[in-house]
């Protein structure tokens, strides 16, 4: 059968501050949904949280992009802001950048990755989601997954997948899109994935089958308001097993942290830590980044999990390292390379800094 996936996120309130959801915002959540369940226009539902970012996974048989299906993701983030309101969460709503559901949730501030698929015989989904990071936070990951040799075995020892995988590379900033193929174009690749606060992977292909076997949100907050109003806290789905990369080499690229923008009020460099969705809840100055990965298999379209992925002794030298590579960045303070190079904070609260010194710069003699 063919089957969609949406994973729909929304930062619609923190407890406390920006350290973590609320429980009541969850169970609100899962209320709403419940009735969509019931009514079949979900086939399955699952509610979790990544962080201050309520996480809505669900399956349905109507494609990408429709109209109901986002809907229903507003609305339920619409609801759980009014509770937010009542629980004084701070910034209740921030990630709802408009007034009304206009037909599509792109664009409105939430995040969506969403993939329509035939469903295999045995369907293996991770769901990867970030807190207090941006949406190229995907980049490496996913070049290491379904590019790198080093990472995953079966690009070398795998006959289906010889043939390697086309990427989807979005420009955000330009509003533009092109395709690479690896193994071929790496390089050409790599120039634009290594600029992730401009480049974004957006999906990934396998080069013979056309199957898709990724798909990342990469919604940027900041462009769409105009202003800093959060972080992009991405998400992304990704198949596993056949002719895609097995659990473990999916999971690998994180048992050694990266350094990613965002945590603290968006202007910092930090280390992405891989953490249960228990231990998802960034608190040492506002991060460090957080990541979570839920394991699923679909069945008819049913949800059978999650299992909690991170939530493994293995990961415990990643984290280990997170928090030293988290020292070491904070040692510099307000100074750059912690800091975002002034051409990266336009976003931020930075430009209020500078019109406020604006007329103090004097021309040099």
Same mark, same amino acid.
């Given at each position: ?11 619609i ?14 169970? +609100? ?20 949280? +990544? ?20 809907? %229903? ?10 509770l937010?309101?009542k ?7 921030? /990630? ?5 559901f ?49 990472n ?26 092109? %395709?690479?193929h ?10 634009? %994935? ?5 480049y ?20 940027? %907050? ?13 998400? +992304? ?15 690998? =690229? ?27 809840? =960034?608190?040492?100055?506002?991060? =460090?980044?957080r ?35 988290? /020292? ?34 004097? =021309?040099?003699?």
């Amino acid at each position: 059968m063919r089957v969609t996936i949406s994973v729909i996120k929304a930062d619609i309130g923190g407890y406390v501050g920006h350290s973590e959801s609320h429980p009541d915002i969850i169970s +609100c959540a899962r209320d709403y949904l419940v009735d969509a369940k019931k009514t079949k226009l979900l086939i399955d539902y699952y509610v979790t949280k +990544c962080g201050d970012d309520l996480q809505l996974i669900m399956t349905h048989q109507r494609g990408e992009e429709d109209e109901k299906i986002h809907r %229903l993701a507003w609305d339920t983030f619409v609801e759980g802001t009014k509770l937010a309101k009542k629980l004084k969460l701070h910034g209740a709503g921030q /990630d709802l950048l408009a007034d009304s559901f206009s037909g599509n949730i792109k664009g409105m501030g939430p995040g969506v990755a969403e993939m329509e698929f035939e469903e295999r015989e045995a369907e293996t989904i991770l769901i990867f989601m970030a807190d207090k990071t941006s949406a190229g936070s995907w980049n490496m990951p996913l070049y290491k997954m379904f590019a790198d040799p080093f990472n995953t075995i079966g690009l070398v020892i795998a006959p289906n997948m010889h043939a390697g995988y086309s990427f989807e590379v979005h420009d955000v900033k330009e509003h533009k899109k092109i %395709l690479f193929h690896a193994p071929d174009e790496l390089y050409d690749m790599l120039v634009f %994935l290594g600029a992730p606060s401009r480049y974004v992977v957006k999906a990934i292909y396998h080069r013979e089958t056309k199957n898709i076997g990724a798909v990342s949100s990469t919604q940027k %907050l900041s462009l769409i308001a105009g202003k800093y109003v959060g972080k992009d806290d991405p998400v +992304c789905i990704v198949r596993c097993q056949g002719e895609f990369p097995a659990v473990g080499e999916a999971l690998e =690229p994180f048992a050694s942290p990266i350094l990613v923008e965002g945590w603290m009020r968006g202007s910092h460099m930090g280390p992405l830590m891989p953490v249960s969705v228990a231990d998802s809840t =960034p608190s040492r100055f506002d991060g =460090p980044p957080r990541v979570v990965a839920l394991g699923f298999q679909l069945a008819e379209g049913r949800l059978v999990g999650p299992r909690d992925m991170f939530d493994d002794k293995a990961f415990n030298l990643a984290r280990h390292q997170a928090n030293e590579m988290a /020292d070491l960045m904070r040692r510099h303070g307000p100074f750059e390379p912690h800091r975002l190079p002034l051409d990266e904070m336009e976003y931020t609260t930075l430009p209020g800094v500078m019109k406020k010194l604006s007329k103090r710069f004097e =021309p040099l003699e």
